[in-house]
C-alpha cells in the first residue's frame, strides 16, 4: 500500500507560503525571475522544519521523506542496474543476459515515473506561484 501525504498539511502548507509571499511583494519584484525562485525556495525551506500550527495525523508521512525515498529507490534500481551489467561484461556466470536487460528496463521505468513527477511538481509549482494573490 503507498502512503499519501495528508492533503490538508500540503494545503496548508502552500496557505502559510502565500501569505509570507503576500506580505514580502516589493522585494520580490525587484529580483529577477532565477534569484527569485531561489529566495522562494530558501524560504519554504526554512519553513518546513517546523510547522506548529498544522495537525497532522502521526501516521501520516512527510512528502519530502516520501519524494526523498522515492528518488533513493530510483537510484538504487540504477545502481543495481549498473552493477548487473558491468558484472555481465566481465563473464561473471552468474549473471545471465536475461536478468540484465530485466534490470535495465526496471531502471529505465523508473527514471521515467520519476521525471514525469518531477515535471508535474515544477507545473503545479508554477501554478501556484501564477495565482494572484
Do not use: C, W
Not at 519584484?29 to 498544522?54: F, G, M, T
Not at 561473471?92 to 536475461?98: A, F, I, K, T
Not at 529505465?108 to 521525471?115: G, H, L, N
Request: glycine share 2%; aromatic share 4%.
Amino acid at each position: 500500500m503507498v502512503d499519501r501525504a495528508d492533503i490538508n498539511s500540503v494545503l496548508s502548507q502552500l496557505r502559510e507560503v502565500r501569505s509570507q509571499i503576500k506580505g514580502d511583494e516589493n522585494p520580490l519584484e525587484k529580483l529577477n525571475s532565477s534569484e527569485r525562485l531561489s529566495q522562494e525556495v530558501d524560504k519554504v525551506q526554512a519553513q518546513s522544519v517546523n510547522y506548529p500550527n498544522i495537525k497532522t495525523d502521526p501516521n501520516t508521512p512527510d512528502f519530502q521523506a516520501m519524494f526523498g525515498n522515492a528518488i533513493n529507490n530510483v537510484n538504487e534500481q540504477q545502481m543495481h542496474s549498473s552493477s548487473l551489467s558491468k558484472r555481465f561484461e566481465r563473464g561473471d556466470p552468474q549473471v545471465d543476459l536475461p536478468e540484465v536487460m530485466i534490470a535495465a528496463q526496471k531502471a529505465s521505468v523508473s527514471f521515467e515515473a520519476m521525471k514525469e513527477v518531477r515535471n508535474k511538481l515544477v507545473d503545479a509549482y508554477k501554478d501556484i506561484m501564477n495565482m494572484p494573490v
